[in-house]
């Protein structure tokens, strides 16, 4: 009888509130700021239903400006919701128990580790963000934001490419409520592969002062860059993962955490089993006494205590000091909420105590600049790194033909690649070559075992080449101009 109120009170607030404005829409928020909005702005706003701290609301664009002038300094401070039946869904998952078997966390792969936080590289975090900012823009509905996921599916499948991953998939995930897809790369698991863990950040930005100008380097370039970069020493270290692990640039999150929404509603109606997520959403901005603040809401409790004992055990001290505390968002603001809604685990480990963090962020001034360094972004990255293998677990370790590796030749003298592959017994077809961050620079190819390639227009730094068979035999040797 209640429910059927409920339903009869739903669609009657539907209904008058269409007949007011049809540019209104569902979202979840706080119930007592959707109660404080209610008694201010009766007209622009109706509370379909609540649970806990959480209410539906269908609002006007006016009630969400109302929302942003009176509890925040930046976003909106709800989520937004595609339907009705969404929102409603997403109340009643509200405090629900995890419904599926929690996975004991467990920390067992000190070699795997100690190697990876070797290779991480800040030079390639800061390459990264600098390379999505130059974008100007990756406003959710502007082209520049469907070509920077084009893009990033391109560099992380060259990446893959570069270090000879056929475990490894890249995809773009199309959505219902933005024109940007998300991006998801996929290492499937050697043993376990319907395990997935997932490490994920968003792709798109947005200003205050104009979309078209959002250059998001912190707000998110700096999450990307992170969990790419993560992956990438992963492979240097040839880690074979038991379990699935997929890498997450969402889209369209700027706007209520639309890309992650969708993904982790599908995964959940398809029964994937998700055993623990990741985001990595402003990692640059070093505002705080301790370095990572685990936010403690909209997350889980034994995720976050792994994310704790990750640091106790691998970053207590020396050069990959890691310091941490705990801090609130106070509302779902980035995509662990999204997971966390959809029934899954997920961990929030942030640049700063909330409030002390980067206040350049949707404006024009979230530039590189403002930090100068990817330093503390490295930091994240070696905790993203920790986590998925720590997660994941080790099954192997890719074998290198060290043979073939010593007799292939490569170098750059002036500005030619040398080659000979001479002494080595396989006929080679290809050559590529990538810069460090595995971006794929050149390729053609090739007919003669010696020979020259013309590199004149490439600048000074290190390079990787990759000789490929046609069979599928390849061998990367890492070359220097000068
Ligand atoms: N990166 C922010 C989240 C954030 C900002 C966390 C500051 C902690 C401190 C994210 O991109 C964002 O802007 N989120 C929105 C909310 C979301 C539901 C649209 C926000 O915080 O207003
Ligand atoms: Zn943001």
């Keep these: 009888m209640k429910k059927l109120f409920l339903c009869i009170t739903v669609v009657l607030f539907t209904v008058s509130a269409y007949a007011q404005s049809n540019d209104r829409f569902y979202a979840t928020m706080n119930i007592v700021d959707a109660e404080a909005l209610k008694s201010d702005i009766p007209n622009q706003i109706d509370i379909l239903a609540t649970k806990q701290n959480e ?10 400006h109302k929302l942003h002038d009176r509890i925040l300094v930046h976003g909106p401070g709800y989520i937004f919701k595609a339907s009705m039946d969404d929102a409603l869904q997403a109340l009643e998952k509200q405090g629900a128990p995890l419904n599926r078997s929690v996975l004991p966390f467990t920390i067992t792969e000190d070699a795997a580790v100690s190697q990876v936080l070797e290779v991480i590289q800040t030079q390639n975090i800061e390459t990264h ?24 599916k391109t560099k992380w499948e060259a990446m893959a490419a570069l270090y000879n991953r056929d475990d490894v998939t890249v995809r773009l995930f199309t959505h219902d409520n933005t024109s940007m897809p998300s991006v998801i790369m996929t290492i499937e698991g050697a043993e376990l592969p319907d395990e997935y863990v997932i490490v994920g950040g968003h792709l798109d930005s947005t200003s205050s002062q104009g979309n078209n100008n959002a250059p998001g380097a912190d707000d998110d370039a700096s999450g990307i860059a992170t969990i790419t970069e993560a992956t990438r020493a992963l492979f240097e270290i040839g880690f074979v993962p038991k379990r699935t692990i997929e890498v997450m640039a969402y889209a369209a999150e700027e706007i209520g955490l639309v890309g992650s929404a969708e993904i982790a509603q599908e995964y959940a109606s398809n029964g994937v089993n998700v055993i623990g997520v990741g985001q990595f959403d402003m990692t640059l901005f070093n505002g705080s006494a301790i370095d990572v603040s685990l936010i403690s809401d909209f997350t889980n409790g034994e995720l976050n205590n792994f994310f704790s004992q990750l640091m106790d055990h691998y970053n207590a001290s020396g050069e990959h000091q890691i310091t941490y505390g705990t801090s609130l968002c106070n509302y779902g603001c980035s995509d662990h909420a999204s997971w966390t809604a959809a029934g899954y685990m997920a961990s929030f480990p942030f640049e700063a105590s909330f409030g002390q963090h980067n206040s350049n962020i949707h404006t024009a001034n979230d530039t590189f600049s403002v930090s100068g360094t990817a330093s503390h972004a490295t930091k994240f990255t070696k905790l993203c790194a920790e986590f998925l293998i720590e997660t994941a677990k080790q099954d192997g370790v890719l074998a290198v033909d060290e043979v073939i590796v010593r007799n292939v030749f490569a170098a750059i003298s002036q500005t030619s690649l040398v080659y000979d592959l001479t002494a080595t017994d396989i006929i080679f077809s290809t050559l590529e070559v990538f810069d460090v961050s595995g971006k794929k620079i050149l390729q053609q190819s090739i007919t003669e075992t010696k020979g020259e390639v013309s590199v004149v227009h490439l600048a000074s730094g290190v390079y990787v080449t990759k000789f490929t068979s046609a069979n599928g035999t390849s061998v990367s040797k890492k070359v220097l101009k000068k």
């Design 55 to 64: 209410a539906v609301v269908f609002m006007s664009p006016e009630a969400a």
């Design 129 to 152: 963000i600098l390379e999505l900012q130059e974008y100007g823009t990756r406003y959710h509905s502007m082209p520049e934001a469907t070509q920077a996921a084009q893009d990033l």
